[in-house]
């Protein structure tokens, strides 16, 4: 049916622009060949889009964040049925990798949990989430969101180091927000001598937040030209004819104390400005220069698809286009002037809203069972003509300061506005939020200020494809290294066996390259699995030890994540207490019994476990216990502040003076007798080995050498198993200033049928009235839904 519409498309602008080239009626290409061009491009890259909805924006330790993805494709957004795997990861401000999961996707979507942990550090976080053909592009392309967790425990175990850490975050915060920075945009991207031009002006502080201020434009050694200003939104526009020879400035007041003078873009003596305005049912396009135009082309497109080309443009100083909204798709559209040659000279992005994305309402009934209430709660789903609409959604119930709507990101603002532009926009939802005075008109402001950015013309027109060595997916990749006892010197052409423990019939054999090498692709292992990588014997009858890689994607050529603040990030904490601190007393007044001699020096913490303490891995007990350590959930443990925080080195890990990662790793609570973790200074005893610091287990048996000689076991990360909501118990405690709300209920699994409809029930929250139901999702025809509702009062 798209490709009917299409052409009919095409056939009416023929009649009214003769000139529309061949290109688009099926016959020769024209000579800069942009349709053949772009079609290649898009098949060879690929091209996707990821959103992420979570349950809400803020967390505090001890809850759970639910989240689904939505994998489209860029075009047309419709759900991708690819089951190639997913990665989303979570990351703190210091750059360690605090989580990595691996979806596989279901038509389209995937779904499941992170556990916020007791340990988890109050502060800032951030996630990003891509694909394997998305690391073949810079991460601009991945799906990226910032959210802070809430540890009101953590003051109790504030240490000097994270202190500073957090002193010095914050002090770049503050010094962000004390910037200012002015940018002037010219629409289509040029000033030219002599004729006139549409300026935006953006006034923000340096995390993008934008600020009120008045200014006025003067000649560089003359008097005022035109005068602007800017709403609270930092943007503003000035309509302004730069005449020949002269150089001009900006003076800015309000912005800091004083006047701040900016120089404007420089104005070229040749060249051509391009102006675009939405009427109310054409996209009108004037082309003004002050140089011949022969042969130039102008071509817009949407979302990789050519709309509208015309070539051979006529050669006059000012020329009117008019392109008929009817065919365009809802979203973002790029219109550009070319030169002959296919080098694009100017630009401009405009946003056609149709309205015809799906529409979603819904019904609330109370429902009595045995004396308790259940809200029951019907969705329906319909299209721009009120037909039903099949689609794929996820629903969030929240409560706690619900009262107002949101202006975070979406899966509309996200899909059909913030993925397309090369600038990174803040809170993008907020130029759709219809309470706002002319949301239209700011966000026309805003596009003016951005460029195209899901591909480079340059790179489409020369045929730079992007080659990147990334494939998709569909597995768990477990690789590593076979080195001899001593020296660490890998060996080559050995066969390395993998049993996974929990199924020992599931057992996989490869072969390591020259350098000792192995890896096992494509592994179908799901959830945390413990598995037995099993070395050969070599010559003097030694057994090989295993190294292994971080597992789940293995991370090489992936960049660590940078933290980018935003507008609304908040300052980490550095000087509160909390209600359990005390000044910590020396001497062995509440120290527990030495139990064993301590052979490596004293350590920086000791940690004893009882026979009674509930615990079924050593993890457990690092992760409730251990002070400044960070495990992943594949059981990669750093010690936090000994390495770089671009690169993380594990630590010496023994067991009865045994070293090996996977004898520490596979060990049983109720086998050990302590702990003993070494940091810094108190690492003198293992020498470089212990540069990363040391892990040191003592058993209550000691034969683990013999164990030892013939296998190494790992925690590896496989796919990611969903769990069920589960609502909390305590569900009126825990708000405070940076968890302001809470989740009474989440569905990842909801589906509207034939007729548009969908239902889910929770059960409400005695003593509270009022919720707001947060609903995204995909349509079957590609189309994208979003609604919160306000339920009660």
């Known amino acids: 049916m798209k490709q009917v519409r299409f052409i009919c498309a095409v056939l009416l602008m023929f009649q009214v622009f003769p000139g529309i080239p061949a290109i688009l009626m099926g016959q020769q290409p024209t000579a800069t060949n942009f349709q053949q061009q772009l079609e290649r491009y898009r098949a060879a890259i690929h091209p996707q889009k990821l959103f992420v ?8 330790a001890g809850e759970t964040i639910w989240l689904k993805g939505y994998l489209v494709e860029a075009a047309d957004h419709a759900l991708l ?8 990861e979570l990351w703190d401000t210091r750059g360690e990798k605090i989580t990595e999961l691996i979806f596989r996707p279901r038509e389209g979507a995937f779904y499941g949990q992170i556990p916020i942990g007791s340990d988890f550090a109050d502060g800032n976080y951030a996630i990003r989430a891509f694909t394997d053909r998305m690391l073949n592009r810079d991460e601009s392309y991945w799906f990226h969101k910032n959210i802070y967790i809430s540890n009101s425990s953590f003051a109790n175990r504030l240490d000097n180091e994270t202190r500073k850490f957090n002193r010095d975050f914050n002090e770049s915060i503050q010094g962000f927000r004390d910037a200012t920075r002015v940018d002037f945009f010219a629409e289509g991207g040029s000033l030219v001598e002599g004729l006139e031009s549409r300026l935006v002006v953006r006034v923000a502080d340096g995390l993008g937040k934008g600020k009120s201020v008045k200014g006025q434009i003067s000649e560089q050694n003359g008097g005022v030209v035109t005068e602007f200003e800017t709403g609270l939104d930092g943007l503003g526009l000035v309509v302004f004819r730069p005449e020949p020879g002269k150089s001009y400035v900006a003076g800015v007041t309000g912005a800091r104390r004083g006047l701040s003078v900016v120089p404007l873009p420089p104005v070229k003596k040749e060249g051509f400005v391009l102006k675009a305005d939405i009427l109310e049912d054409e996209l009108e396009v004037q082309i003004s220069g002050n140089m011949e135009m022969t042969g130039h082309s102008l071509l817009v497109q949407s979302g990789g698809e050519i709309l509208f080309i015309k070539d051979g443009l006529p050669n006059e100083k000012n020329r009117t286009f008019r392109f008929s909204l009817e065919y365009f798709p809802t979203g973002i559209s790029q219109v550009v002037l070319f030169s002959p ?88 939802g907020q130029y759709f939020d219809y309470s706002r005075d002319n949301p239209e008109a700011l966000l026309d402001l805003l596009l003016m200020t951005q460029t195209w950015g899901r591909f480079s013309w340059s790179e489409v027109m020369d045929s730079m494809i992007p080659d990147g060595p990334f494939l ?162 594949s ?62 287990a003592y058993s209550k048996r000691r034969d683990f050498q013999a164990e030892l000689l013939l296998s190494s076991m790992f925690l590896v990360n496989g796919f990611h198993v969903a ?71």
């Open 341 to 428: 040659g296919g080098v694009p000279l100017a630009e401009r992005l405009v946003f056609v809203n149709h309205d015809d994305q799906i529409y979603l309402d819904m019904n609330a009934r109370v429902l009595r069972s045995e004396g308790d209430a259940v809200l029951r709660i019907e969705v329906l789903a319909s299209d721009q003509e009120g037909q039903a609409v099949q689609g794929n959604f996820s629903v969030a119930v929240q409560y706690g300061q619900v009262g107002e709507r949101t202006s975070y990101d979406n899966i509309f603002s996200n899909l059909l506005l913030g993925s397309d532009v090369e600038r990174f926009l803040d809170l993008p």
């Open 635 to 696: 059981g990669f443990i750093t010690i936090r502040g000994i390495t770089s925080i671009n690169y993380q080195n594990p630590p010496l890990f023994i067991v009865d003076g045994v070293e090996s990662e996977g004898a520490f790793s596979s060990l049983h609570p109720r086998d050990v007798e302590r702990i003993e973790i070494f940091r810094g200074a108190s690492t003198a005893a293992f020498g470089a080995r212990g540069a990363a610091g040391a892990l040191v």
């Open 81 to 88: 049925r690819d089951s190639a795997n997913v990665y989303l």
């Open 472 to 633: 998709p997916e569909y597995g768990v990749d477990v690789g590593g290294a076979l080195v001899a006892p001593q020296g660490q010197v890998g060996i080559g052409n050995a066969e390395v066996r993998l049993r996974v423990v929990e199924e020992p019939s599931q057992a996989y054999q490869t072969k390591t390259d020259a350098e000792g090498r192995f890896l096992f692709r494509g592994l179908q292992l799901f959830d945390t699995t413990m598995v037995e990588v099993i070395p050969p014997m070599i010559a003097g009858r030694q057994v090989p030890e295993v190294e292994l890689d971080q597992t789940g994607r293995l991370d090489q050529g992936i960049p660590p994540l940078v933290f980018t603040p935003k507008a609304n990030t908040p300052l980490q904490q550095i000087t509160e207490r909390g209600k359990d601190w005390r000044r910590p007393r020396t001497g062995r007044s509440g120290t527990p019994p030495e139990r064993g001699g301590q052979l490596y020096g004293t350590p920086d913490q000791t940690i004893y476990i009882d026979s009674n303490e509930p615990y079924t891995n050593i993890l457990d007990v690092l992760r409730d216990k251990a002070i400044g350590l960070s495990i992943s959930p």
């Open 723 to 793: 769990e069920s909501f589960r609502p909390e118990t305590e569900p009126l405690s825990g708000f405070d200033s940076m968890n302001k709300v809470k989740t009474a209920f989440w569905e990842p699994l909801l589906k509207s049928g034939e007729d548009g409809t969908a239902t889910f029930q929770f059960r409400p929250i005695p003593g509270l009235s009022q919720y707001r139901i947060v609903i995204q999702g995909v349509g079957e025809n590609g189309k994208v839904g979003y609604a919160e509702f306000i339920l009660g009062n």
């Open 53 to 60: 909805h979570f349950d809400k924006e803020a967390y505090a």
